[in-house]
């Protein structure tokens, strides 16, 4: 399959929110689907060349983790068969996308774990030794191992940029004991995931989580341990005091960072190469993660 889906319009149900790359329709009451597209974003800026397969790749390995994850918790998780979907999401350019799921309270916080040294939390660990409100041992390197995961909450920006923020003023915004389930939550699926990634010879580096209520009770939703949400690395090839090469859109972010973009909209074009490398990287990770050949 290589194949490509910019936008959707699916006939007979209300579209209730068009995001970045996903894009959310009402099926009844109590349950949503969800599609995500090929579009990419990033520096929160969507570019206007798909990347192919993309949204099929997240849409399978989400579904593949939240049945491997199932014991630590609830999720919105519902089913991604194509015979459990609406009728009008049935289609082939649909289907392979899609996801029902739950209807969810979301939580407005973004719920980040880091094992490892790496990006923005690199760049403040430089300044100033700390990491997003914890202090870390001095002489890291870039890429190194923490000594444990570390919880760094952050903003959910509707526009714009996310902002981090401390355990103190995530439990500020939501509750201390709303804060502190969050927190186990993460911690807990992201050690999960990093031990079943560590099996299959890849290294999770950090990691992004979304929860929400259904029924009273808390839940992962939206997309988990995808490309688009964590940072893997290949452990063969991981080295202590670079940035490792890893599978997701940071070759994407190389590329227009190298081009002197300034990060505002329109995105600059992607040449060709650049865009079946980040399809090859997105399919090699779900097929590192699962066993299954795409």
Not at 31 to 47: E, G, Q
Not at 71 to 97: I, K, N, Q
Not at 135 to 163: C, M, N, Q, W, Y
């Amino acid at each position: 399959m290589t194949d490509t889906l910019l936008t959707t319009d699916i006939a007979g149900l209300p579209l209730v929110h068009r995001g970045k790359v996903r894009e959310t329709y009402r099926v009844d009451d109590a349950h949503l689907l969800l599609v995500a597209t090929d579009r990419l974003s990033a520096f929160d800026v969507v570019f206007e060349q798909p990347i192919p397969d993309k949204g099929a790749v997240l849409t399978r390995l989400s579904a593949w983790w939240f049945e491997q994850l199932a014991p630590l918790g609830r999720s919105h998780f519902v089913s991604a068969d194509p015979a459990a979907l609406p009728p009008a999401a049935r289609t082939p350019e649909l289907a392979a996308r899609s996801m029902l799921v739950r209807r969810a309270d979301r939580v407005d916080a973004e719920c980040v774990v880091r094992g490892y040294l790496a990006g923005s939390g690199w760049a403040e660990y430089r300044k100033g030794g700390r990491v997003v409100g914890h202090a870390l041992p001095a002489g890291l390197r870039e890429a190194d191992r923490l000594p444990e995961p570390i919880f760094t909450p952050s903003t959910k920006a509707e526009v714009g940029h996310d902002e981090n923020i401390t355990r103190e003023q995530l439990a500020d915004l939501v509750g201390a004991d709303l804060a502190r389930q969050l927190e186990e939550r993460s911690i807990a699926l992201y050690v999960e995931g990093a031990r079943r990634a560590e099996a299959v010879g890849l290294i999770l580096a950090d990691t992004k989580f979304e929860f929400g209520f259904i029924d009273g009770e808390l839940a992962v939703i939206d997309e988990v341990l995808t490309p688009d949400s964590s940072r893997f690395w290949d452990a063969e090839r991981y080295v202590p005091g670079s940035s490792p090469a890893s599978f997701d859109k940071q070759f994407v972010r190389d590329f227009v960072s190298a081009s002197g973009w300034d990060k505002e909209p329109p995105a600059p074009m992607l040449p060709d190469e650049v865009i079946a490398g980040t399809r090859d990287r997105y399919v090699a990770a779900y097929e590192r993660l699962t066993g299954r050949s795409w």
